[in-house]
């Protein structure tokens, strides 16, 4: 998968409300683990990131980003990001820092 390649729908936005960076999205889609709830036809990656900070005045030790995309031709069209705030979450088998 081409990160060369992404393109940033109209999500732009959406992962501004959800405190999702490029580099999350980035991260998430290199080192991610297949999300298991990815609608059919569309693909997902999933990545937990040890957060330790604020999020809506709250303190999070962790966040998960989970990505939902497309694949056309040599390009990667992102659908929707999504974010959870917390701890513990499941890792896909991986550890994260």
């Given at each position: 998968m081409s990160l060369a390649n992404l393109?940033?729908?109209?999500?732009?936005?959406r992962m501004a409300q959800r405190g999702i960076t490029r580099e999350d999205i980035q991260r998430?889609?290199?080192?991610?683990?297949?999300?298991?709830?990815?609608r059919e036809g569309m693909f997902g990656k999933s990545l937990v990131f040890s957060f330790?900070?604020?999020w809506?005045?709250?303190?999070?030790?962790?966040?998960e980003v989970t990505v939902y995309y497309k694949l056309k031709e040599s390009r990667v069209?992102?659908?929707?990001a999504?974010?959870?705030?917390?701890?513990?979450?499941?890792?896909?088998?991986q550890d994260e820092d």
């Open positions: 393109i940033y729908t109209s999500i732009n936005a998430t889609l290199v080192d991610g683990w297949d999300a298991t709830d990815a330790r900070a604020e809506e005045g709250r303190f999070y030790e962790e966040k069209i992102l659908l929707t999504k974010a959870r705030y917390g701890k513990g979450f499941p890792r896909g088998g």
